[in-house]
């Protein structure tokens, strides 16, 4: 990894995603961008948006398997779905940030004619492992059940494999980005999600568009 992406290689961002969605009790104390930072030991935009983005997919992951109960009323799983709608936009909000933020390390690096044109963003990668992360945590959990058949233990450690896999390929991908971009000879965009339907200037539900 190149200089000037050198902290922010896979393999720091990977032991940072396990760190934390081991600890239940990070989330709630790692509010807002002080305490994502002082969470990642780092004073960097990059590192706060890495998590702050980590932070809203373990609350996301939390929320998702609560609103899937049947045992409670539908007040209980709209407050759920209210709260996925929520940290779904603070999760993209921090994945353009940490776009922005990589790219601010980049604005001295002309980028080559021949460049390639990656359509996924780095920002958006950080994000796809840290979902890989918690899949791995929650999936390891699945194998150490007794509770269980030996059929669901055996299927989730193939599923674990799997994940792992995915992981590793993914963060190779996403080291050979950075180290391309770091040279010009490749790039990415900052792409905005434009959520239309959390706002109520253009969701015509919440402006009294439709009935």
């Known amino acids: ?28 104390w790692a509010q807002g961008a002080q305490g994502a930072q002082a969470s990642a030991s780092a004073d960097d935009a990059v590192w706060a ?8 997919n373990i609350r996301l992951w939390d929320e998702e398997d609560q609103a ?13 779905k209210r709260a996925i709608d929520r940290f779904n936009q ?17 604005a001295s690096v002309p980028i080559m004619p021949d460049a390639w044109h990656n359509s996924e963003s ?3 990668i950080i994000d796809r492992l ?18 269980v058949s030996a059929e669901h233990v055996s299927v989730c450690r193939e599923k674990l ?23 010009g000879r490749a790039f990415w965009r900052v792409y905005r999600q434009f959520k ?7 969701n015509p539900y919440l402006y009294g568009g439709k009935q």
């Open 122 to 124: 780095a920002g958006a």
């Open 1 to 28: 990894m190149t200089i000037v992406f050198a902290d922010v290689a896979s393999q720091a961002i990977c032991a940072f995603h396990d760190r934390h969605v081991a600890d239940k009790d990070w989330p709630q």
């Open 49 to 56: 948006s890495v998590a702050a983005n980590h932070r809203c």
């Open 68 to 80: 899937r109960r049947t045992d409670v009323g539908t007040n209980a799983i709209a407050a759920n």
């Open 196 to 202: 239309m339907y959390n706002s109520p200037e253009t």
């Open 90 to 106: 603070k999760r993209n909000d921090a994945i353009e940030k940490m776009d922005e933020a990589l790219l601010a390390r980049l």
């Open 130 to 147: 840290s979902i890989l992360s918690l899949k791995r945590f929650h999936m390891d959990a699945q194998t150490r059940r007794s509770d």
């Open 161 to 183: 494999r799997q994940i792992e896999v995915q992981r590793s390929d993914l963060a190779s991908c996403f080291d050979r980005l950075l180290s391309l971009a770091s040279e």
